[in-house]
């Protein structure tokens, strides 16, 4: 009757240990996907930018009007950069507190 107890005791450690090593892989499979999100936005904002820095030179009327679009709407994506970055510390956060739980 021992024995009983000590297997269905260890496959339930064994359980718990697959259940968080699961969830330790899912939450950095969703921190790999908004980092990429990320890059994208960050990416966008960087490209915008030169168009804008390109534009102001532009010798034709409205060449600042433009090159400020291009600025406001890259500081646009910075800023959503910046909110996914917020949820990928928190993804990380998470993951650590799943790491670091021994009764999990």
Do not use: H, P
């Not at 496959?11 to 699961?22: G, H, M, Y």
């Amino acid at each position: 009757m021992n024995t009983a107890l000590f297997t269905e005791e260890g496959s339930s450690k064994v359980s718990r240990a697959t259940n968080k090593q699961i969830d330790v892989k899912n939450i950095d499979s969703q921190i790999e996907s908004l980092e990429n999100l990320k890059d994208y936005y960050l990416a966008k904002a960087t490209r915008l930018r030169s168009r804008g820095d390109r534009i102001q030179f532009n010798s034709k009327a409205g060449g600042v009007t433009s090159a400020q679009k291009c600025w406001r709407s890259a500081n646009q994506y910075d800023k959503i950069a910046d909110q996914i970055q917020g949820e990928i510390d928190n993804l990380k956060a998470e993951r650590d507190s799943v790491q670091n739980k021994s009764g999990y």
